[in-house]
């Protein structure tokens, strides 16, 4: 419990992919005109995080040096190809239409790869896919909180559900390209602060003690 907690602070808070590393942007921007949108592509991404971790991880000691990077691409695109054609199979009116190329494009998200040469390479199955659940929260949060406000500013709704009252005009440029620049900086900054003023809290308490 204590591994899995370390984990998923780790990948939500202290090395969160997009708000951190700022790793992965292509997605994060384009995607994320809906909490919808930005919950669908980030669970993919996990999905496929976890699944490239683990394997990778049992296979570590078998893949020679010289080609692992091939082979880790050839790992991950195994499992963007089943989300792929699940998303295509069982929400292809919704998500799929929506998310339409990035699905593929997952192959070559550098979190993924990240991840894979990074940790699993190194590491063991399961902390390998404890890493994976942790990095792959941190995006999913990180893209649904990114869609969530283009979403209620730009068209005052969440999750397709009115929120704003009718009188509010919606800011338009939210769910255009330029918003989601403006949207995240400002939960960027927002985030720095936050984890700044954290880590500060815990050094007094360690000088404290």
Do not use: W
């Amino acid at each position: 419990m204590a591994k899995l907690s370390e984990h998923i602070k780790r990948g939500v808070i202290t090395e969160n992919p997009t708000f951190v590393q700022v790793l992965g942007m292509c997605p994060t921007l384009a995607t994320t005109t809906s909490a919808m949108n930005g919950l669908g592509m980030g669970l993919s991404v996990l999905v496929v995080l976890m699944g490239s971790n683990l394997v990778i991880s049992l296979l570590r000691k078998v893949i020679p040096d010289k080609i692992r990077i091939p082979a880790f691409i050839v790992i991950i695109a195994s499992f963007v190809t089943v989300i792929d054609l699940f998303l295509q199979a069982m929400f292809y009116d919704t998500l799929y239409q929506s998310l339409g190329l990035f699905i593929p494009l997952i192959v070559v998200n550098c979190i993924i790869l990240g991840r894979a040469e990074a940790y699993a390479s190194k590491h063991g199955p399961l902390d390998s896919l404890l890493d994976g659940l942790g990095m792959g929260l941190g995006f999913t949060l990180a893209l649904t909180l990114l869609g969530a406000v283009r979403e209620i500013l730009g068209a005052g709704q969440i999750f397709g559900l009115q929120i704003m009252p009718s009188s509010y005009q919606p800011a338009v440029i939210m769910v255009m390209a330029p918003g989601a620049f403006f949207a995240l900086g400002i939960l960027l900054a927002v985030f720095t602060a936050v984890r700044k003023k954290m880590e500060k809290r815990k050094s007094d308490v360690a000088k404290e003690e």
